[in-house]
Nanobody, 126 residues
């Protein structure tokens, strides 16, 4: 499985930004997906996850109401819409695939994910 994240950039606080993650090499609907992020000097942290069908989602508490995860299995693509961005959202954002997930499962631990994209930088200025 190969994952390619894109859509990062430099925005101002309060702006919106959308990230995409395109998957290849396997049937996209066979695995759950997640977004994680890593700020300088910090550990990689969970952002959001979505089940194989797209019917189940999970968010880290501080992202609830601001971020929306979605997927289009026909396009082998996952999305992360980020609204009301804050400077503390500045990080490299990674997409990841969980090949062992059951149909409705979403995972928040990075240890559950088998494949990772290369990351895309999001910088939010104050």
């Amino acid at each position: 499985v190969q994952l390619q994240a894109s859509g990062g950039g430099l925005v101002q606080a309060g702006d919106s930004l959308g990230l995409s993650c395109v998957a290849s090499g396997s049937t996209f609907s066979n695995y759950a997906m997640g977004w994680f992020r890593q700020a300088p000097g910090k550990e990689r942290e969970f952002v959001a996850a979505i089940s194989r069908s797209g019917g189940g989602t999970e968010y880290e508490d501080s992202m609830k109401g601001r971020f929306t995860i979605s997927r289009n299995n026909a396009k082998s693509t996952m999305y992360l819409q980020m609204n009301s961005l804050k400077p503390e959202d500045t990080a490299v954002y990674y997409c990841a695939a969980d090949l062992a997930a059951t149909y409705f499962y979403t995972g928040s631990s990075r240890l559950e994910y088998d494949y990772w994209g290369q990351g895309t930088q999001v910088t939010v200025s104050s």
